[in-house]
Each structure stands twice: as structure tokens, then as C-alpha cells.
């Protein structure tokens, strides 16, 4: 990924493990894909409508790290965690785009389609709630089945 200008880090920012079970990346400012992000900002005629339908709650805010020692080719493994990473001015995407206009004359996105939503499916309840009389413990499991409670020796009833 760092190849493309984006870091790996399991916190979002400098400093961050390079791998591990929840990453993020941040952006690096002297990086490919901020010189990308720049050429098609300044281009009037680029336009991206989507919609993320899916999203997931985002982990860490995007931030943008300025840090100019890095060389385009160098490995992560050497990146990730030296002095000047650590020490690199983080920005964060909102502050970094301040210069950034974006055109307010775009009407062609004023709303989604209603095709484009895709309805979703309600989940079969596959469990039943059984509470035994006496005690009140509840179990739960298929509603065929025919259990007695270990402590009361009486049989449990299925929850309505």
C-alpha cells in the first residue's frame, strides 16, 4: 500500500502497528494517491456520484501525515515506526481539504434512485425462548424442544 501513498496502522496514524486485526491507513502527503486526489480536485469536469450503502463505522478519522523524508520506494517495515514518521505533521482530511472547492453546481445528485436501494431482507427467528416454572431459568434453542429443568425436575415451557 505504501507504494500508492498510503500507510498502514492499526491506529490510523504514525506509530501504528503495520499489521494486525482492525488496520486503517493514513495518507501520506508527498504519496502517489495525494498527487492523484489533487489532479482530479483541480479537473472541473470530474465528478464521482456514490453512495457507500454499506458502510462501516469508520475505526479512526482519515488524516493526511506530512512527512518528507520518505522515499517512494522504501519498504513499510522501514517506514512504519523511524523518528521522522513519528514526527511528521498530521493533518487532519477535513483541515487538508479546506483549500479544496467543491462545485455547488452539480444538481445531477440531488437524490438517490429509489432502484438503487436494495431493501433489506428480515431474519428468520430460528431461536425460542424456554423458561422453566419454578425457577425461571431460560434456555434457548428450537422450539421442538423437550427439556426438564436439572434444578426443579419440572419441564420447561416455551415463551409466547
Not at 523518528?83 to 479546506?98: E, F, K, P, T, Y
Request: with cysteine; glycine share 6%; proline share 6%.
Amino acid at each position: 500500500m505504501m507504494d500508492v501513498g498510503l500507510m498502514p496502522s492499526d491506529t490510523g496514524e504514525p506509530g501504528g502497528a503495520i499489521v494486525g486485526r482492525n488496520m486503517s491507513d493514513f495518507i501520506m502527503k508527498q504519496g502517489p494517491f495525494m498527487q492523484a486526489a489533487n489532479v482530479l480536485l483541480q479537473d472541473d469536469t470530474f465528478n464521482l456520484n456514490w453512495v457507500d450503502r454499506l458502510a462501516l463505522p469508520k475505526l479512526y478519522e482519515p488524516v493526511i501525515v506530512d512527512s518528507p523524508v520518505l522515499q517512494p520506494n522504501a519498504l513499510v517495515e522501514q517506514c512504519a515506526h523511524t523518528s521522522d514518521m513519528l514526527n511528521a505533521n498530521v493533518i487532519s482530511l477535513s483541515d487538508g481539504l479546506q483549500n479544496v472547492s467543491f462545485s455547488s453546481e452539480r444538481e445531477d445528485f440531488t437524490a438517490m434512485p429509489d432502484s438503487f436501494f436494495i431493501r433489506e431482507v428480515a431474519k428468520r427467528q430460528t431461536r425460542t425462548k424456554h423458561i422453566c416454572p419454578g425457577c425461571n431459568t431460560k434456555v434457548y434453542g428450537k422450539a421442538s424442544l423437550n427439556i426438564i429443568c436439572g434444578d426443579c425436575e419440572l419441564p420447561f415451557m416455551m415463551d409466547s
